[in-house]
């Protein structure tokens, strides 16, 4: 069976991960959350050092994350590994948080991970979620998405995830200037391919993003399948 990559960029907070996660449980492709790999190259070197500005030299942080991490297939995704062991909660953790931006910016570290997430798609298809997917990582993609909502909504969805609680205008307004600071940081890793789908999420629901990306997904791989077997 030919694989299929759908590639999902967008900037921090867009929805990424979880629409991507939600596409392929309904396409039944395996799940790749590239900045997962990101997160656990920040864990694994705040295993072996102090978060001091000494502790994120490239080298040692790539060094980190080639002895300690490993993507490894679970069920409908690729995951990853820490020492061996899942490490969802610890890559998920504040301390990560705090300094995964610095690695993800990293040259060598990124393509470290590219290189990661290219293999995994070797034998299976896949939905990937992250920076680059559509412009540098599989620049093949069968389908492309490039996911925007307005910097208050994104805001006000991720601080209703966090906090399990509708956020008040305060916090969401707080939110939302760290959301656009970090966009400016993460611009050369948020570009949109030519060819990419641009889907504004801003007034959609999850249900509805997901609806739009396998409809595409679907009538995207007929035609490509048609134009194959024709």
């Known amino acids: 069976m030919r694989r299929v ?4 960029d967008g900037p ?3 929805g990424k991960s979880s629409t991507a996660q939600w596409v392929s449980q309904r396409l039944g492709l395996r799940h790749i959350d590239s900045g997962a790999l990101y997160r656990a190259a920040t864990a694994a070197r705040l295993r072996e050092a102090a ?4 502790a994120w030299n490239e080298s040692d942080v790539l060094d980190a994350a080639k002895r300690l991490v490993r993507l490894a297939p679970a069920e409908r995704a690729f995951v990853p590994y820490l020492d061996g062991k899942p490490a969802e909660d610890e890559i998920r953790g504040s301390h990560v948080t705090q300094h995964v931006s610095t ?6 570290v990124r393509e470290w991970v590219n290189q990661q997430v290219r ?3 070797r034998s299976h298809s896949v939905v990937v979620d992250g920076r680059d997917i559509g412009t540098v990582v599989f620049p093949d993609a069968d389908v492309k998405i490039f996911l925007v909502a307005d910097p208050w909504e994104r805001a006000r969805r991720r601080l209703t ?9 305060d916090e969401i307004a707080e939110e939302t200037d760290r959301l656009v600071h970090r966009d400016a940081k993460d611009a050369q890793q948020s570009g949109q391919a030519p060819d990419a789908v641009l889907l504004d999420t801003t007034y959609l629901t999850q249900e509805e993003q997901v609806d739009r990306i396998v409809a595409l997904a679907n009538a995207v791989t007929q ?5 194959s077997t024709g």
């Open 5 to 8: 990559v759908i590639a999902i």
């Open 119 to 121: 293999e995994a798609a």
């Open 51 to 54: 978060a001091s500005s000494n």
């Open 103 to 108: 690695v993800a910016r990293m040259p060598k």
């Open 223 to 227: 035609r490509v399948d048609d134009t």
């Open 161 to 169: 995830q966090q906090l399990q609680r509708a956020p008040t205008d």
């Open 12 to 14: 921090a907070a867009s």
